[in-house]
Structures are given as C-alpha cells and as structure tokens.
C-alpha cells in the first residue's frame, strides 16, 4: 500500500511539475551543489518555525514559481553559454575571403583578443583522405565462386576482419552490395559506395572518414587478405587494395611561416578555430581578424529584456490569496529600478507598469560607440543581480507563500541547523498521499 501511494506521489509530481526543459543552469558541478547546501543551511540557521497552509493552491505556486525562476536564470545564463554567470563578451573571428578560409572565435578574453589576434595565411593545399577505388566490373557477370570469404584492414593502427559469403548465382553488383554493407556497418572509420562509369560497370569506392597523415604513417587504411582457412581472391577480383589517391595533409602559411595540418579544421594559439575550405592565390592571402559581435550583444540584451518581463508578466498572473505575488513582482522590479539610473542611455526604460522596453536604435548606437563591453557593465551588472535572485527564490521559493511563525529561534541559544526547514518545500508535495 505505502509503494502505491509514492508511485502516485512521483507520477503526479513528474506530470505536473517537472520542467520539461533542461538548461544549461542545471548542470551542477561540485562547488554549486555546495553553494545551494549553503545557502539553505544558512537560511535554516535563523528560520522561525512556519506554519505552512494546507492547500494545494499555494504548493502549486510555489512550484511553479520556482521553476520559473529556474528557467529565467538558465536563459540568462545559456545567453551565451557562460558557467553560472552573465556575460557580454560576444566576439567573433572573421576572414578576408569566406569561401577560402572561415574562422571562428574560441577565445575567453574577447576585449583584449580584438584587433590583436590578426594573421594572414596563404593555403597551399588542403588536407584530403585516402581513396581506393575498385575494379569496374560488369554488373551481371560472375567472377567469385561460391564459398566464405574474408579480407582484413588495417585502420588507425588496428586491424579488423571481414568475412561474407557468396552463394550459387550471386552477381558482382550482388557481391559488390554486399561488401558495401559490411563496411558500413563496421564503423571503422572507413565508408563504402558504389560508382558506375561509362559502361554500365560498377566499382566499389572506399575512402576514409579522416584526413592527413600522422607522423610515422605512410597511408590511412590497407586492404589485405591473410591465412585464415576461407577463400581469397576477393580483394584482388574486386580490387580493394587499390589506391587511386592517397591521403594528405593540408599546407599553408601563416604570417610567412610554413605550417601542416592533418585536417582542414584546427585551432590557432587556443583563440581561432580555422576551417580551410580552398586554395588561396600565392599573391593574395587571407586575413583572419577578431571583432565584437554587435549584432549577437543587440541580441543578447534584448533577450535579456524579454526574460525580465516575462517572469514579472507571469508573477502578476499569480492571483491567489495565500501566495505573496506582489511581493515577489515588487523585489524583481526593484532590482531593476536600481539599475535603471545607469541604463538609460542604452535605451532600456523601466515602464509604469514594473516591465522594461528598449529603443533598438539608441541601443545600436549605444553599442556601436562602446570601445569595449566595460561601458556596458550596467547591462551586465543587471543580469547578475536577476541570477542572484533566480537562485534566492529556488533555495526558499515557501517566503512567497502566506505562512504563519509559529516559533521565533532563541537568539541567546547557539545557531544550529534545523533538519525540518528543509523539507518544507519538498514534503509539501507529498502530504497528499501520506
């Protein structure tokens, strides 16, 4: 009977509580987990005993409250996926010519990386993978005779073994089909395909999933056969062992200096992620550059507007009697007014009614002028002290709700924990079925 009503307990909370979205704010590491035991742990420390009311009303709100507050600090956050905090600097790496060279931005000090991280690179090759081409071999024709055959290959310095049967009446296409699958199922890092030339024939193509050489080798892949008791003659008929192009590396230059890359994508100096897409003229090299992105910051701060007038939107939509949603609407607008004095002139305005709008083109402007994302340090000043209050609601989302003190703490006795303060929040859910 007890396992029936927790199986209820756990099915209607994961149906009408459990955010179906998961942020970037819920992946906690060590030292967050810490912070929130803190944090409760503090809280409890000088907590009265509340007497919370007994209706599902105002565990509702609070629940939903909480995730609220969950999902505002996760969007804020995942604006630009940084780690528990809110930042402005969007940068990006640009390139001269983007059909040649494209570049991307990796770095994580933007304001000092602008104008400074610049080189100019001529490529003179890309790196490509090692391709085999077959046999052409009349579709129709017989060339294997029946019985179990087997090939081995020799991949990123391990060998496999690969074995098939061909039957009374089996077609090269057939044998050649059949081949193409086994390869690709293997998932070696080798792929198959068949091409057809002129003629109608058909071949077996095989080509690497990676590109260049390592240090030491001399090709991507072999194809072999060896002693293992069953038929051969399979590589030599379908002629899988034959190289029509070998793998390279990619060459190119970098501020003068001659450079190789195993793959046409690479990183520069832990700032630049590179990708060659082309040759260069020798006489016309690419630059690469990195600038502040305007136009994702314009973004950022407009979503960051959005987010705020949401969650105040959606506390005023709170309208239950035992729930303190004016208090809660009241605190966030305030974070907001207190920061308002020293956004004004980035076009956000705080409206009569606790929401904020934003004049885009005084907001271009403001962003254009900026020399660095310093002079913008209200926006992001703003954005802090919103994830600072995301979490204050999610450790103790139960003060918005109308409780009653049923005992103040001693203030002459020792600060302990009370074990019972934590569970307010999580045993509400559960007084239903126990």
Known sequence: MASISLNGAYNHFTQDYVSKDVTHADTHRKDELRDVYKSIAKINKNSPLYLLPNDNVSR????IIKERARRLQGNIIGLNNQEDKSSLDHSSAFTTDEDKVSATYIGKNPDEDIGTVIFDMNVSSL?????????????????????????????NNQEFEFQFSIYQGDRNIEVQQKIERLVNRAGIGLSANLIEDSEARTALFLTSTRTGLRSGESSQFEIYETSSGLNKGSVAHLGLDRVSAPASNAHFTLNGEERAAVSNKFIIGGKVEIQLKNVTNENEPVTVAVKRDNEALKRHICEL????NSFVSDASGLKDAKFKSDKLRSEMITIAKQNMAFMEDTGIKLEGSGLLSIDTELLSQA?????????????????????????DISVDPMKYVDRHVVNYKNPDSKDTTSPYITSEYSGMMFNNYC
């Open 127 to 155: 790196a490509t993978a090692q391709e085999n081409t077959g046999r052409f071999l009349p579709k129709e024709s017989f060339g294997l005779s029946p019985g179990d055959y087997a090939f081995d290959v020799r991949i």
């Open 367 to 391: 962003i254009s002028s900026a020399e660095s994302t310093a002079s913008l340090e209200p926006v992001k000043k703003f954005a802090e002290a919103l994830i600072s209050k995301t979490k």
């Open 60 to 63: 509702d709100d609070a629940i």
């Open 305 to 308: 507007v959005n987010n705020y």
